[in-house]
């Protein structure tokens, strides 16, 4: 079973517009990560959250943490073309040795 | 730095028979996972290996599949007999270890089975 539940299933923007979508998991956490998978570059890590961090950011993106609602978020400021991609949390437990449980993801697309 | 290599990159093969899928992964490092995708789905965790020893492979249907990392190195992922709905991408991932470290994928290998 998949620990992660993404929302929406799917996202349709504009360039230039903001991108945004949760993630929800059931379990404690030593970690949540965001991968992005396109048929060009596969599956590729955008950013980690450890769980006692609430919010990070690298470069265009931003990702909230709320343990208390076991959910995240992640943000895509001025989207481009190049962002359309399906986006995937990911959450680490602990103890896991590393093991990855992702969700069913969100597909993004950005309409030039 | 060369990424995670895998091979081949697309397979057809009928109900019954069997398939092998190989992985090289980033060097050095030590800690290695072979995920399954479904069409519409996120990858699921099949095997994770540290080193040359099985750390996880608690979703591994081993009725059919099996996978060995005899030097710590490369890896082989096998499927005998193939079902229908093992038609999946099968993408190998490394990582240097431990819990906060980002796992790198390979391209995968989209299986077909007819």
């Known amino acids: 079973s998949q620990q992660g539940e993404e929302d929406p299933q799917a996202l349709s923007i504009q360039e230039g517009e903001n991108a945004t979508m949760n993630c929800s998991y059931k379990?404690?956490?030593?970690?949540l990560q965001w991968y992005r998978q396109n048929s060009g570059r596969g599956l590729v890590h955008l950013i980690l959250?450890?769980?006692?961090?609430r919010e990070k950011h690298s470069g265009r993106l931003r990702v909230t943490l709320d343990t208390s609602k076991k959910s995240s978020s992640l943000l895509i400021t001025a989207s481009r073309a190049a962002d359309t991609a399906s986006y995937f949390c990911?959450?680490?437990?602990?103890?896991?040795?590393?093991?990855?449980?992702f969700g069913a993801g969100t597909q993004v697309v950005v309409t030039p | 730095e060369a990424g995670v290599a895998q091979s081949p990159r697309y397979k057809i093969i009928e109900k019954r028979q069997s398939v092998a899928f190989w992985c090289n992964p980033i060097?050095?490092?030590?800690?290695l996972y072979w995920y399954q995708q479904i069409l519409g789905q996120g990858p699921k965790l099949l095997i994770q290996?540290?080193?040359?020893?099985?750390?996880?492979d608690s979703q591994l249907p081993k009725d059919r599949f099996s996978a060995e990392r005899l030097k710590g190195v490369d890896s082989t992922l096998k499927i005998q007999p193939a079902k229908l709905e093992d038609s999946a991408v099968y993408l190998c991932?490394?990582?240097?270890?431990?819990?906060?470290?980002?796992?790198?994928f390979g391209p995968g290998t989209r299986l077909t089975v007819l």
């Open positions: 379990t404690s956490i030593n970690n």
């Open positions: 060097s050095g490092h030590a800690t």
């Open positions: 990911a959450t680490v437990e602990a103890d896991s040795w590393g093991k990855l449980q």
């Open positions: 959250i450890r769980s006692n961090e």
């Open positions: 290996f540290q080193n040359n020893g099985v750390v996880d």
């Open positions: 991932a490394s990582t240097g270890g431990g819990s906060y470290n980002e796992q790198f």
